[in-house]
């Protein structure tokens, strides 16, 4: 069945680093694909999206494109903040039931 | 919109008790999901409604917990009777369904069995 691999963290930087969550996916058919963030104490958000192969999804200084030859959605960050300290979830499109399948999660912590 | 809302924020109960979590999702939307997230599992669909009717309810852990949506702006997740390995945080979830798969989280509610 589908599933989304993402890459095991924590992750730790400094702040104005640059960053890289890698993720990678396997699925029959055209899924759409998502980055999801969730902070400490809350529900989990949508960052960015990405409709169709080759399209970047970009929200608040993150960008992922959707890589079909890789059947990849990596995120990146050219600067990290420690307010971007988080997890992070790569999620595809079920089409067939509707749904969202979500990888496993990313901790970033970024130090001051 | 005020977006999904969840009750209660923090329940704390004893084993055996039975307990109701309750959500109201985003108006017009046609899905909801109840997911749980514990750091040993990480985050798991328990069960999700299309118009008020349960489509999958795989992930539904055991006949302890059950879920209905008596209408389309109002469900509840029950668990009765409730054991100390059911403390997680509860998410709800709903999602404007045809072509966007977006799902929009609410706040959780942080079980937790003594």
């Known amino acids: 069945g589908d599933s989304v691999t993402q890459m095991e963290g924590p992750v730790t930087l400094s702040e104005e680093a640059f960053l890289t969550i890698n993720c990678t996916y396997t699925a029959t058919g055209y899924p759409s694909l998502f980055w999801y963030v969730q902070y400490p104490g809350e529900g989990l958000q949508l960052l960015l999206k990405?409709?169709?192969?080759?399209d970047k999804g970009s929200n608040k200084g993150f960008e992922a494109t959707y890589r079909k030859e890789t059947t990849s959605f990596h995120l990146e960050k050219g600067s990290v903040q420690v307010s971007d300290s988080a997890v992070y979830f790569c999620a595809l499109s079920d089409s067939s039931a509707s749904k969202i399948i979500f990888g496993s999660g990313t901790r970033l912590s970024i130090r001051p | 919109d005020a977006g999904v809302i969840q009750s209660p924020r923090h329940e704390v109960t004893e084993m055996g008790q039975e307990v109701t979590l309750r959500c109201k999702p985003i108006s017009g939307h046609d899905y909801l999901f109840w997911y749980r997230q514990t750091m040993m599992r990480g985050l798991e669909l328990l069960i999700y409604?299309?118009?008020?009717?349960?489509?999958?309810d795989s992930g539904m852990p055991e006949d302890r917990f059950s879920a209905k949506m008596p209408n389309a702006s109002f469900s509840t997740l029950k668990i009765q009777p409730s054991e100390p390995r059911d403390s997680a945080v509860y998410f709800c979830?709903?999602?404007?369904?045809?072509?966007?798969?977006?799902?929009?989280f609410g706040p959780g509610t942080r079980l937790t069995v003594t």
């Open positions: 979830a709903s999602s404007p369904g045809g072509r966007s798969y977006e799902q929009y």
């Open positions: 409604f299309n118009n008020n009717v349960p489509i999958d």
């Open positions: 990405a409709t169709k192969a080759d």
